[in-house]
């Protein structure tokens, strides 16, 4: 019975996981891919500067889109940024400085080009926006303009200068029932700490205190001391250590049956959402293993 709902549940997280948000990379490809659709065999296509947050991001969407053509179809021929610079300059001057897409499709003309794309990057709720829009140069008129949607990854994170900046340090409260009882189920309360030693991964212990109040004959109070390891499999709004995980925990449990104490190995895994709201979260977790066999809780705290 436990070993199905464990299979269960991995496969739900699996496919929510699979149901994530695409990445900047995926948009990408997409993108290349519209386009190419618009363009016609050795057609020249000028791909403008994207505007974003950073040098660094818009270098990334136009080399990535440009290599993206290419792998679509090689018979589409892409001119960028370094063979603008001497045709855009002097529009600039002759324009006082202006960029416009007036400015774009004069130089895309002296280029000899037949297309010319450009657009923006926007952030937006729990993701960012890529805006897109195809010129046709001889008629000045859209061929295309359209938006694409795309999640936080530790790659847009790198790109936009702050890949380092995440809380690595969380501790919390927990509340719990459990198989902690001999006949029906115990509540529990305890407390978490975790490391992060990577974006993914994490380090942490918990003390958890069950008391079995339905047992009539004997008092049963478990103390559970655990290790855990903790590997996040999916983080839908992008921030590291954050989203669903899975999680190996080791340790040992102290029974202390009508004021015997007795230990024996605590063993199992786990699986779970962490909520990030700022510096706070909140954290659903079940749990399976021995000898509580299976446990559902909430843990709530703070990151720092």
């Not at 960029?99 to 895309?108: D, G, M």
């Not at 790109?159 to 509540?187: D, Q």
């Amino acid at each position: 019975m436990n070993r199905k709902i464990v299979t269960t549940l991995i496969s739900m997280l699996l496919c929510f996981s699979l149901s994530a948000k695409e990445k900047i990379d995926d948009v990408i490809a997409r993108a290349a891919e519209d386009i190419v659709q618009k363009c016609g065999a050795k057609s020249i296509l000028v791909i403008d500067d994207f505007e974003s947050p950073t040098q660094k991001m818009t270098l990334y969407i136009r080399e990535q889109l440009a290599d993206s053509i290419y792998v679509e179809d090689g018979l589409v021929t892409t001119v960028t940024r370094e063979h603008m610079d001497i045709a855009e300059k002097e529009l600039k001057f002759q324009n006082s400085g202006l960029v416009s897409e007036k400015t774009i499709l004069s130089v895309a003309e002296r280029l000899g080009a037949r297309f010319a794309v450009f657009g923006r990057l926007e952030e937006f709720n729990s993701g960012f926006i890529l805006r897109v829009r195809m010129l046709d140069v001889k008629t000045g008129g859209y061929l295309s303009r359209k938006t694409y949607e795309f999640g936080y990854s530790q790659k847009t994170a790198q790109l936009l200068g702050n890949a380092s900046s995440y809380k690595k340090v969380a501790v919390g409260g927990i509340g719990e029932i459990n198989k902690n009882s001999i006949e029906f189920i115990a509540p529990a309360l305890g407390f978490s700490f975790d490391f992060s030693l990577w974006r993914k991964f994490s380090l942490g212990a918990k003390v958890l205190v069950s008391y079995d109040y339905h047992e009539k004959q004997n008092q049963v109070l478990t103390i559970e001391t655990l290790g855990a390891l903790r590997y996040y499999i999916v983080s839908f709004s992008g921030e590291p250590v954050s989203g669903m995980y899975l999680e190996a925990q080791a340790g040992a449990s102290l029974l202390l049956v009508d004021s015997k104490l007795k230990s024996v190995f605590n063993g199992g895994g786990a699986a779970g959402y962490r909520l990030t709201l700022g510096s706070f979260f909140i954290e659903p977790e079940l749990r399976f293993g021995y000898p509580y066999m299976c446990g559902a809780g909430l843990a709530a705290g703070i990151r720092f």
